[in-house]
């Protein structure tokens, strides 16, 4: 290590000047060049010796017997205090208001886990401390491996920056959330939404706009008027890249009963970038107690739930259910893969199935059929009384021989009667011989 104790020198339009405060001068190791670093005192003495000070903490980090600076001034610091910053620095990263509903949670996530595991600075955070928080929730496995996801996202922030030395989290292991219960959900039925709707107050809205749009929470908090487009040939609403799930602006159109509720709800005096829900969006937990309080069962007995989220569902079940073709509700939906509108965004439970497999075309006329059938039960009838001593095998077998030809389908249904009969008739003669 090789410094000195100096002032520093500039020129300022032709005339040579010095600092006031003392600098040291030092290269250390393999630095290509001198480096500078301010003392903040101008008495020489008292100079020489912060000087010495430093160069000494220098090559103690440099031969890892003391940890840099930057580090032990993170260590010192509230881990509470590095959260601020790394949210504030993914804000930086993003685009405004793009982090949105993840980064609230994130928040929520990793506090709870500074929280309840008392992580107050970066030296209290080990493995051990997190697998004992997490044997003891009854969270599902995915919602745990969230919380263990978000800790290392932020852990390695910290790293990244240089404010600890490596992530204390970095070899635990997720849980195998494979054949884990997932949470199911189910549509709204008409009549529950219109009971929701209409029995919520405020709210009402809020959840009528999410289940003719499809529009999910996110989305529903950061729409504007000027996203709504009323006055356009098609009227729509756009959910703009800042807040779409995918980062891509689309549009999806209104049916006319949600336009004419959202422009009833639009205020007399509004600016297009108002909000158009300014109380916020009700959270799950509020829309269970809406949805009790009208007599809606939160989760049903196949244990699906009807809970915000479920409005989405809702929307694609009514497209379905109203004929609307899947690539058009693919579309309206704003999914990639028309097998999530198909199949895991509808209800299928409310799919009118019945009506269609009813409303089939008939092979043959039912007056047909019925009078083939008595008139082959008859034949049986008369041929079982005049054999009336032969055993069940020999009178099928004669009423086979004997028999008028019917068509196949009567066919099957004559056999299965007789073959019930015949049960009937051995049955019988089983109690005639133990009587």
């Known amino acids: 290590m090789i410094y000195k104790v100096e002032k520093r020198r500039s020129r300022q339009n032709g005339v040579l000047r010095l600092t006031r405060s003392y600098y040291v001068r030092y290269r250390l190791g393999e630095m290509p060049v001198d480096r500078w670093k301010s003392l903040g005192v101008t008495d020489r003495q008292v100079a020489e010796r912060r000087a010495q000070e430093f160069i000494q903490e220098k090559e103690r980090e440099a031969a890892g017997i003391l940890e840099p600076k930057v580090i032990r001034t993170a260590a010192m610091r509230p881990l509470a205090a590095h959260l601020e ?55 599902s496995a995915r919602t745990l491996n969230l919380y263990l996801q978000a800790m290392n996202a932020f852990l390695n922030w ?55 749009t499809g529009l999910r929470q996110e989305e529903l908090h950061l729409l504007v008027w000027d996203d709504v487009r009323f006055d356009d040939k098609m009227p729509s609403v756009r959910v703009r890249d800042v807040c779409a799930k995918n980062k891509t602006e689309e549009s999806v159109s209104l049916v006319p009963e949600i336009a004419e509720a959202l422009r009833a709800h639009r205020p007399a005096t509004y600016s297009p970038n108002d909000l158009v829900f300014p109380k916020g969006i009700p959270r799950a937990s509020r829309l269970r107690v809406d949805a009790e309080a009208n007599g809606i069962a939160y989760r049903d007995e196949s244990g699906r739930y009807a809970d915000f989220h479920a409005l989405r569902y809702t929307w694609a079940t009514f497209l379905q259910r109203h004929g609307v073709a899947q690539r058009f509700a693919m579309k309206l939906m704003r999914h990639s893969d028309i097998k999530l509108t198909a199949k895991l965004y509808t209800d299928e439970s409310q799919l009118p199935i019945y009506e269609a497999v009813k409303s089939l075309p008939r092979l043959m006329d039912n007056t047909q059929i019925r009078a083939q059938i008595s008139v082959a039960e008859g034949h049986f009838e008369s041929q079982a009384v005049a054999k009336g001593g032969q055993n069940p095998q020999a009178q099928v077998a004669d009423f086979q021989a004997n028999s008028p030809a019917v068509s196949p389908p009567v066919a099957t249904g004559v056999r299965e009667r007789v073959k019930r009969l015949e049960l009937s008739t051995s049955s019988l003669a089983r109690k005639c011989s133990t009587n």
């Open 85 to 139: 910053d790394y949210l504030a620095d993914l804000e930086k990263r993003n685009r405004a208001g793009r982090n949105g509903r993840g980064a609230r949670q994130l928040k929520m996530r990793v506090g709870t886990l500074l929280n309840e595991c008392r992580w107050i600075v970066a030296f209290n955070i080990n493995a051990d401390s997190f697998i004992a928080w997490r044997s003891g929730q009854t969270n």
């Open 158 to 212: 910290l790293e990244r920056v240089g404010r600890i030395k490596g992530n204390p989290l970095k070899l635990v292991g997720k849980i195998d959330e494979r054949g884990q219960p997932k949470r199911k959900r189910r549509a709204f039925t008409d009549e529950e939404l219109r009971r929701l709707v209409t029995g919520s107050g405020p709210r009402g809205i809020v959840y009528f706009t999410a289940a003719r």
